[in-house]
DNA sequence: CTCTAGAATGTTATAATATAACAATTAAAA
DNA sequence: TTTTAATTGTTATATTATAACATTCTAGAG
């Protein structure tokens, strides 16, 4: 995401972040914008690179603190099988990411596969399950990758 | 599972192990049975843990080369938003797992759903991407927390 | 059977990821 | 303005995972 996306996409979340009553501080800005540029997804201690001033770093947990904000409102997604954050490109209606997950350049893009929804909601009623979280990370080669 | 469970599934998964060229070794065959044996998913430090003897415990490198053989094999599964592993009910058929995670008593169920496993082909298609390895888990209340 | 190469294991150290606990500060609401 | 709750700062430490190199074991060649 390029400097005026970003422009755009704080814009519009910071009215969301309003309506909700959540606080988007400095702090918490800073962190979803290092995200948002990012083109691959980021770990925390990156991110505490990326917030590092002329004379201090910033300490864990205050990484962590925000990362925890940002996933509560939906602004990011954690990508658990590379301990590692990505933003997330439709945080207007609130939703569990599907990624595939480039191994070859890191590239990671978010789908919408309506027909996986489906078979979710499926398994649920088959099993009488809750679901709560889906972690679905589809690792491998993406197109360009494979040329 | 129970001892005599283990028992006929570690048969079979010698015989697995033999015709592969494998060689499930002592150690490693003691971490899969504790994994076996147990009702919940188990961190590789629970594992050290259960793999003590009266006079020393293996240091961590030992348990984590079990476990990239036992998953090499097939035999076992991790689960990337637990940190943790459990064994594989159906090693002959090499296959990537789908997990059903309690988030209250910890159960893991591993399913097979082939709607699912169709949705991911379908995107596959769709993207042009290579699938190499799918981390589907799924974490919500098991039908009988919900009660 | 012996030798040897490769596999497996042992050992020490440390990297990478994440959180607990409590103090200080700031912002919002009464 | 006061006071309450949220946020941030700080220190320490827990948890998960791997690098690097030494030693031992095992299967197969000769």
Do not use: W
């Not at 948002?36 to 001033?53: D, F």
């Not at 099988?81 to 893009?109: K, M, R, W």
């Not at 489906?118 to 979280?133: C, D, H, I, P, T």
């Amino acid at each position: 995401m390029n400097q005026k996306e970003l422009t755009q996409h704080l814009k519009q979340v910071k009215t969301l972040c309003a309506s909700q009553g959540a606080r988007l501080t400095p702090q918490r800005e800073q962190v979803l914008s290092l995200i948002m540029r990012s083109k691959k997804p980021l770990t925390a201690y990156e991110l505490l690179e990326g917030m590092r001033q002329e004379d201090k770093t910033p300490a864990p947990p205050t990484v962590y603190r925000a990362l925890e904000f940002l996933q509560e409102q939906g602004l990011i997604h954690k990508l658990e099988s590379l301990h590692a954050f990505v933003g997330c490109n439709h945080p207007e209606h609130p939703h569990a990411g599907q990624f595939l997950i480039c191994t070859d350049c890191g590239e990671v893009n978010e789908v919408c596969n309506h027909e996986l929804d489906e078979s979710l909601n499926a398994v649920e009623k088959n099993q009488g399950f809750r679901l709560q979280r889906p972690v679905i990370e589809l690792l491998g080669r993406c197109a360009s990758c494979q040329k």
